[in-house]
């Protein structure tokens, strides 16, 4: 099998969003961390949630499909933006750190 010039480019250019999006993501946990011990006192210590809302944790394949088709541009049609509200609150459930964060806030879990 061969891979054509477009194969290769989206292959590499697929590689290095995923690097950057990482080189990204720890920045900005470290800014994070650093705000956070910046800000915090003895008396009020602040514990950073980084909460990372990755599509490529999208569980479903058809969720995933349809995320992958939505066009990147400002203007959705209704029910875009009603499964993207839908899917997000879904990643949100199933994030370990924001279920943390609600459990340190004294938020009542939500569950699956």
Same mark, same amino acid.
């Given at each position: 099998?061969?891979?054509?010039?477009?194969?290769?480019?989206?292959?590499?250019? =697929?590689?290095?969003?995923?690097?950057?999006?990482?080189?990204?993501?720890? &920045?900005? %946990? @470290? $800014?994070?961390? /650093?705000?956070?011990?910046?800000?915090?006192?003895?008396?009020?210590?602040?514990?950073?949630?980084?909460?990372?809302?990755?599509?490529?944790?999208?569980?479903?394949?058809? =969720?995933?499909?349809?995320?992958?088709?939505?066009?990147?541009?400002?203007? &959705?049609? %209704? @029910? $875009?933006?009603? /499964?993207?509200?839908?899917?997000?609150?879904?990643?949100?459930?199933?994030?370990?750190?924001?279920?943390?964060?609600?459990?340190?806030?004294?938020?009542?879990?939500?569950?699956?």
């Amino acid at each position: 099998m061969t891979s054509s010039v477009g194969d290769t480019l989206s292959a590499v250019t =697929d590689i290095q969003l995923h690097l950057y999006n990482t080189e990204t993501n720890t &920045l900005l %946990k @470290e $800014q994070l961390m /650093k705000w956070a011990r910046k800000l915090s006192t003895k008396e009020n210590p602040i514990t950073p949630y980084f909460i990372d809302l990755n599509v490529t944790n999208i569980q479903n394949h058809e =969720d995933r499909i349809f995320f992958n088709r939505v066009p990147t541009s400002f203007s &959705l049609e %209704k @029910e $875009q933006a009603d /499964k993207l509200i839908k899917l997000a609150k879904d990643m949100l459930r199933q994030n370990p750190e924001y279920q943390k964060l609600l459990q340190q806030l004294g938020a009542q879990a939500i569950h699956r």
